[in-house]
């Protein structure tokens, strides 16, 4: 657990460095095909930590929920996520 702790950190912080990067890149007046390229990268990066973040509460949260006497709240959450994911 400690380790996927550590991996999305790094990930975040790298998410982190390329939204600095947009900024300079709009306040040095980049080519706007480059930034939109930037920010797309951003998008996905999120969306790789989601997705690790997802696959960690299905695997381990939603799975302790569901043995003990919380399948509503289990049901509920995937429901939530499957909604947000869809926007």
Do not use: F, W
């Amino acid at each position: 657990m400690e380790e996927q702790k550590e991996k999305l950190v790094r990930r975040l912080k790298i998410i982190e460095g390329q939204v600095r990067g947009l900024q300079d890149m709009i306040a040095n007046d980049k080519y706007c095909v480059d930034i939109i390229t930037q920010s797309s990268a951003v998008k996905q990066g999120l969306s790789n930590v989601e997705d690790l973040l997802l696959e960690q509460h299905l695997g381990h949260c939603v799975v302790k929920q569901m043995q003990g006497d919380e399948a509503p709240k289990a049901v509920q959450e995937i429901l939530k996520v499957y909604q947000l994911k869809r926007k």
